[in-house]
């Protein structure tokens, strides 16, 4: 079992459309990426404090900047957080078929375009499979 297969087992054996899975895994990515910041903001906070105290000077103006990036961190990782479980719960809203020809939006069981007849282009998402 590869990464991504163990991946997509966490995110539950729920039937989930493959846009639905490759925007979770993006999601968690990010959300893997804002951790890592996270984590190397606090290091840095942790260095800049000791070197403060070794200088015997411990001004809080040096800390706002990095307290001020933690909070911002912590703020998007929660968007992050709320945005994997919007997506594991609906899915990822279908984009909408345009005409490849004039770039009309076409309804999903158009077969040909309203405007110009051409062929509607094949979906690219398969539906939701029902539960
Ligand atoms: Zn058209």
Redesign the pocket.
Known sequence: MDIFDKARKALGDLAQTASTQGRVLQLQGELAQAELSLEREQREAGIVARQLWRERKFGDTDFEVIMQRITELEKRMETLRAEVNTVQQEGVPERAKR?G????ELAAEDEF?R????AAPERRQPPPTPS
């Open positions: 005409c020809q004039c770039g009309r375009c405007g110009c007849g051409a």
